[in-house]
């Protein structure tokens, strides 16, 4: 794990050092990438710019969507294992909404819901599907002799899912889980960018709008930063609840 903090660190220096260089050197003239400290100062002290309740509703919309969305994959995969007819009715709807793109939903949601409803169900339409495939992986990856010495004492389906599936499938689930955190940002993001009245997208808007590379920059990094953060919490979230489980060999 160590491991893979440094290289993130490394990857993050170059990445960095790279923008600081093209910022002083081939876009020197025409201001369009500001250097790293001029966004930085942005982010933190600019009386003008209004990053912070931004920011806030946009986490906002993005947590309520990551909850609704992944309630409703997890019951799904649950449904889906113990219910196969289900999955055959259901499967292809939701495979449907994943593959939709969010463009052509977002208008429709801006008609039928009003407030910061259609970023929010934005948010967890964009997270459903990920999550369903990690949960019925796990679900169906529990292993045989377990299930069967379940069914040797009597137990049935149900049994078997909360005495053994439920614990196999929580690695799966919790590495759906993981990817769908920035998933919802970006699908919040992507809402406000068809319609709203306050949020990151609406911030980005007004700042491309404006010709503001500064405010520009600031907003991607801290979206970036939103996103990130919500994969490292759910994935530290994930390996507590989960200590038990085999991991991946240092430095694979």
Known sequence: MRAGWRGGALG??????????????????????????????????????????NVVTTCEEAGVGFVWGNLAAVVLALLFVQVPFAEKALLRVVLASYCMPIIAIGPVLEIVQSGTAPQSTLAGLSVVFTTLVGCLVGLRGADATSLDLVRAYGGGRWSQLVKVRIWAALPSAFAGLAISGPAAVLGAIVGEYLGASQGLGVALISANENLDSRRAFAIALVATALAGAAYVAVSVIGRLCTSWAPRHPRGV
Do not use: R
């Not at 081939?26 to 309740?53: G, K, N």
């Open 12 to 53: 993050t220096t170059l990445v960095v050092g790279l923008w600081e260089l093209l910022a002083y050197t081939l876009f020197a003239h025409s201001h369009l990438v500001p250097p790293p400290q001029q966004v930085l100062v942005t982010i933190v002290h600019d009386p003008s710019f209004a990053m912070w309740p």
